[in-house]
């Protein structure tokens, strides 16, 4: 599976992921972009995720970009 980059700003976290690992990987303060990673064996359902810090303004509310 090759190692698509979606936006310069954003890093591949290693390894594919299901649906039910989203609750491990989500950290406050990231953003996220979600690709499909394909399919297991059995047709279960992967996906790349990408993550990057997001933004900060002196009032200690954070967006993207």
Not at 11 to 28: K, V, Y
């Amino acid at each position: 599976m090759p190692n698509v980059i979606i936006d310069e700003e954003y890093q591949r976290l290693p390894g594919l992921f299901r649906a039910w690992d989203f609750s491990m990987l989500l950290e406050e303060g990231r953003s996220y972009r979600v690709e499909d990673g394909g399919r297991t064996d059995d047709g279960q359902a992967l996906y790349m995720v990408f993550h990057r810090v997001q933004a900060c303004c002196g009032k200690g509310v954070c967006h993207d970009g």
